[in-house]
C-alpha cells in the first residue's frame, strides 16, 4: 500500500465530517504523523471537539480519552492514583487518561498551572513519573489541546513551557456561508461524527510516521530550518525566542505533509506554509511591541519574506 494512498483516506474521512476546513485537518494530521502535538485556539463552536473526535474515529483500534480541565481538576485526575485494595491491602495503580492514543485536552487553559504542568513530561517525553514511578506511554499518544481565546474569567494562561510542547498552533475560523448550510444538512437527523467509519488502521498511522522520518529533506532544507528559527533570537520585538525544539517540529511536521502531498521529498513551499503555526505561538513579544501591534505571526511571515529561500 502506497502511504499517500493512506494519508488521503485518513483525510478524506476527517473531511467529510469537519467541513471547509481541509487546510487546518491536513495540518493537524501531519502534526500526528510527525509524533508532535497540537493546541486548537478558536471561538467556542467552530468545530475543536469534533475535529479530535473525527480523527479519533477515523482510526481504527485506537483509544481515544477526553479531559474536561476546570479549576479543580488535580494531577492525579489525569496521571492516576494508586488506591488501597482492601483485600490484598496492596496499593494498586489506576492509570489515568493520559495513558491512551489520542487525548483531547479540551479547554486547558482553564485547569490551575500546577495541573497543566502533568502533561509537560507526557508530551516531552512520552512518559509520566508517578510516586516515585516511571510509567513509559506506549502507543500514538497524540494531544489535541483546545482553548478560547476570548475568555479570561477562570482560565490560566499556558506557561511557555507548555507552549513549547505543542508541535503547532492552528485556528480553524468561521467556514463560509454555504460550508455552513452543509453542516446544517449534515446534522439535520444526527451528527456525522456518530456514524463516521474508520479509514485506516493503528498499524497503519505507525506505517505512516515511520515513512514521514523517510521523507527526503536535504542538507540545505536543514540550514534553512535553523536559519528561519535562530533569526528569532535577538529580535528586537521578541522576549523569548523559538527554542531547538521548534526546528525540530518544523523538519518534522514538512516530511509528515509531504505525504499528504504525495511527494517524498520537503520543498522549501512546504516549510514556508507551516512555519508560523510551529515558531509563533513559542514566542512572547517584548512589552513594547506588544503595545505597537506586533504580531507574532506576521513577524515569522516578514522572516520568510526576508531569509533567502535555498536554490
Given at each position: 500500500m502506497i502511504v499517500s494512498e493512506i494519508a488521503s483516506r485518513l483525510e478524506t474521512a476527517v473531511c467529510s465530517v469537519v467541513r471547509g476546513q481541509s487546510e487546518v485537518v491536513r495540518?493537524?494530521?501531519?502534526?500526528?504523523?510527525?509524533g508532535g502535538h497540537v493546541l486548537l485556539e478558536d471561538f467556542p463552536g467552530t468545530g475543536k471537539t469534533t475535529l479530535a473526535k473525527a480523527i479519533a474515529k477515523s482510526i481504527s483500534g485506537t483509544v481515544f480519552k477526553r479531559v474536561q480541565f476546570t479549576?479543580?481538576?488535580?494531577?492525579?485526575d489525569?496521571?492516576?492514583?494508586?488506591?488501597?485494595?482492601?483485600?490484598?491491602?496492596e496499593f494498586r495503580f489506576h492509570p489515568g487518561p493520559v495513558f491512551t492514543d489520542i487525548l483531547l485536552a479540551d479547554e486547558i487553559n482553564r485547569a490551575s498551572p500546577r495541573t497543566q504542568s502533568a502533561l509537560l513530561e507526557a508530551m516531552g517525553e512520552r512518559q509520566a513519573t508517578i510516586e516515585g514511578q516511571r510509567y513509559d506511554l506506549d502507543g500514538l499518544f497524540f494531544v489535541i489541546a483546545t482553548q478560547n481565546p476570548v475568555e479570561f474569567r477562570g482560565t490560566y494562561p499556558?506557561?511557555?513551557?507548555?507552549?513549547?510542547?505543542?508541535?503547532?498552533q492552528c485556528t480553524l475560523g468561521y467556514v463560509s456561508a454555504a460550508e455552513e448550510a452543509s453542516i446544517l444538512s449534515d446534522q439535520a437527523h444526527a451528527h456525522p461524527?456518530?456514524?463516521?467509519?474508520?479509514?485506516?488502521?493503528?498499524e497503519e498511522i505507525l506505517e505512516l510516521m515511520a515513512?514521514?522520518?523517510?521523507?527526503?529533506?536535504?542538507?540545505?532544507?536543514?540550514?534553512?530550518v535553523v536559519?528561519?528559527?535562530?533569526?528569532?533570537?535577538?529580535?528586537?520585538?521578541?522576549?523569548?525566542?523559538?527554542?531547538?525544539?521548534?526546528?525540530l517540529a518544523l523538519m518534522k511536521v514538512s516530511q509528515a505533509l509531504a505525504l499528504f502531498e504525495g511527494k517524498d521529498f520537503v520543498s522549501p513551499e512546504l516549510i514556508q506554509s507551516v512555519a508560523a503555526d510551529v515558531i509563533a505561538h513559542r514566542m512572547v513579544l517584548a512589552p513594547e511591541a506588544k503595545y505597537a501591534g506586533a504580531n507574532a505571526r506576521q513577524i515569522v511571515a516578514d522572516l520568510i519574506d526576508q531569509i533567502p529561500v535555498p536554490a
Amino acid at each position: 500500500m502506497i502511504v499517500s494512498e493512506i494519508a488521503s483516506r485518513l483525510e478524506t474521512a476527517v473531511c467529510s465530517v469537519v467541513r471547509g476546513q481541509s487546510e487546518v485537518v491536513r495540518r493537524v494530521l501531519a502534526c500526528l504523523i510527525s509524533g508532535g502535538h497540537v493546541l486548537l485556539e478558536d471561538f467556542p463552536g467552530t468545530g475543536k471537539t469534533t475535529l479530535a473526535k473525527a480523527i479519533a474515529k477515523s482510526i481504527s483500534g485506537t483509544v481515544f480519552k477526553r479531559v474536561q480541565f476546570t479549576p479543580d481538576l488535580l494531577p492525579s485526575d489525569i496521571l492516576g492514583i494508586s488506591v488501597l485494595d482492601p483485600r490484598t491491602q496492596e496499593f494498586r495503580f489506576h492509570p489515568g487518561p493520559v495513558f491512551t492514543d489520542i487525548l483531547l485536552a479540551d479547554e486547558i487553559n482553564r485547569a490551575s498551572p500546577r495541573t497543566q504542568s502533568a502533561l509537560l513530561e507526557a508530551m516531552g517525553e512520552r512518559q509520566a513519573t508517578i510516586e516515585g514511578q516511571r510509567y513509559d506511554l506506549d502507543g500514538l499518544f497524540f494531544v489535541i489541546a483546545t482553548q478560547n481565546p476570548v475568555e479570561f474569567r477562570g482560565t490560566y494562561p499556558l506557561p511557555e513551557a507548555q507552549m513549547d510542547r505543542f508541535a503547532i498552533q492552528c485556528t480553524l475560523g468561521y467556514v463560509s456561508a454555504a460550508e455552513e448550510a452543509s453542516i446544517l444538512s449534515d446534522q439535520a437527523h444526527a451528527h456525522p461524527v456518530d456514524t463516521l467509519a474508520a479509514a485506516v488502521s493503528r498499524e497503519e498511522i505507525l506505517e505512516l510516521m515511520a515513512a514521514a522520518r523517510r521523507v527526503r529533506f536535504s542538507e540545505e532544507l536543514r540550514h534553512y530550518v535553523v536559519a528561519l528559527v535562530s533569526a528569532t533570537r535577538g529580535h528586537p520585538a521578541i522576549q523569548l525566542a523559538a527554542s531547538p525544539r521548534a526546528s525540530l517540529a518544523l523538519m518534522k511536521v514538512s516530511q509528515a505533509l509531504a505525504l499528504f502531498e504525495g511527494k517524498d521529498f520537503v520543498s522549501p513551499e512546504l516549510i514556508q506554509s507551516v512555519a508560523a503555526d510551529v515558531i509563533a505561538h513559542r514566542m512572547v513579544l517584548a512589552p513594547e511591541a506588544k503595545y505597537a501591534g506586533a504580531n507574532a505571526r506576521q513577524i515569522v511571515a516578514d522572516l520568510i519574506d526576508q531569509i533567502p529561500v535555498p536554490a
